[in-house]
């Protein structure tokens, strides 16, 4: 294994969010950060779906659910609680309905267990332990 792409990649990322700090300020840096972990919610998305087939709505729920609980988070402590369990409940709650017959009760399972901590943890992340930015 030659570490050198791994190294070499990871020195460009550091200069370009350098730069985006530099120039942009916390606001380029928050935009990069919120870029990021959207790509990060599809690739998850990808890697997960590919070992249990289920249907393309179920997908896109999963991304829009990520995308709508991080910015909840993201604008405010006081929507972020709401945000949070709406989010939640519309991704059970629709991804049942979506999925009856097609998906095993085993494999829906796993999928919420490793979908939920992967759309709390970026977004916790990003914005702090306090809720906001």
């Known amino acids: 294994m030659n570490l050198f792409p791994r190294v070499l990649s990871a020195f460009v990322a550091l200069c370009l969010l350098g730069g985006i700090t530099f120039y942009g300020n916390a606001t380029g840096l928050a935009l990069a950060a919120s870029l990021i972990i959207l790509g990060a919610f599809n690739e998850f998305r990808k890697i997960t779906f590919e070992k249990i087939p289920t249907p393309k709505i179920f997908q896109a729920l999963f991304i829009i659910t990520g995308i709508f609980i991080f910015t909840s988070i993201l604008y405010g402590k ?24 097609k998906v095993t009760n085993e494999n ?9 901590t992967y759309q709390i943890l970026p977004a916790q992340m990003s914005v702090g332990p306090a809720g906001g930015a």
Request: proline share 0%; aromatic share 28%; glycine share 16%.
């Open 78 to 101: 006081s929507f972020s609680s709401i945000g949070f369990a709406v989010g939640f409940s519309f991704f059970y709650i629709f991804g049942l309905w979506v999925t009856r017959n």
């Open 108 to 116: 829906l399972l796993r999928i919420y267990g490793l979908g939920a």
